[in-house]
């Protein structure tokens, strides 16, 4: 920017996203995982242990499975669901939510099977720092964009937006002054346009170039205004 940089840091996460900061790290080894989950227990195992099935192996890649299947599987919780079909369902809707939203790569539609050590118990989702994680993989992914071979981005892109949309109000949708925590809750009915894409494109780098530090809003949250404190 003209007058400096900024950036987002992990009190922006956990105000934008609502995500834990405190707690133990979320790491892991991406390729031959297996041999660290359970003593090596195979992954599918565990997998059909976790949601009670296996998915086709056309909707199977590797240690993926594709998005669309979880989608339409898990989609509608049944009505007379006992306490573990509701348990089967939270862990898809969780494994979903961070294989397309938190940790998605660019094209987002494959659900990777990382992620079951955490899914295993529920009640110990919340004891890890998920703030942390999203904000790395971020940096990461922003990092790898500046390769002028790379055309799209991945990672927590609507941490990303929803972070713009609130320290630079003139890059601001119209019509969302209101907001609730977490912060990126508001952005829940907007729509972006599709159409002019190259012009938006313009007008926003423009924006951008002619950016005064008064222009940035500083302003932190007071939670009590909000009711969480």
């Given at each position: ?12 996460v956990a105000y934008q996203l609502g995500l834990p900061i405190d707690g133990e790290p979320v790491s ?114 922003l990092c790898r964009g500046t390769n002028r071979n790379v055309v799209n981005l991945a990672g927590p ?73």
């Amino acid at each position: 920017m003209p007058f400096g940089e900024c950036s987002i840091t992990l009190q922006d996460v956990a105000y934008q996203l609502g995500l834990p900061i405190d707690g133990e790290p979320v790491s892991g080894c991406l390729t031959e995982f297996e041999n660290f989950m359970e003593h090596g227990r195979p992954a599918w195992v565990w997998f059909r242990e976790l949601f009670g099935e296996l998915p086709p192996q056309s909707k199977v890649k590797q240690m993926t499975v594709c998005y669309t299947w979880f989608h339409e599987r898990f989609r509608v919780l049944p009505a007379d669901a006992s306490d573990e079909t509701v348990r089967v369902y939270a862990r898809a809707y969780i494994l979903m939510l961070l294989s397309s939203q938190l940790f998605a790569d660019k094209n987002a539609n494959r659900v990777h099977l990382r992620w079951l050590p955490y899914l295993a118990s529920l009640d110990d989702l919340g004891r890890y720092s998920w703030a942390s994680a999203a904000l790395a993989w971020l940096y990461r992914c922003l990092c790898r964009g500046t390769n002028r071979n790379v055309v799209n981005l991945a990672g927590p892109l609507q941490l990303l937006q929803s972070w713009i949309f609130w320290r630079f109000p003139t890059l601001r949708p119209s019509g969302f002054d209101r907001f609730g925590f977490p912060l990126a809750s508001r952005w829940a009915t907007f729509m972006p346009r599709n159409d002019g894409g190259a012009q938006r494109l313009a007008s926003a780098r423009l924006l951008l170039d002619r950016l005064r530090v008064h222009d940035v809003s500083y302003l932190d949250i007071d939670l009590t205004c909000i009711g969480l404190c």
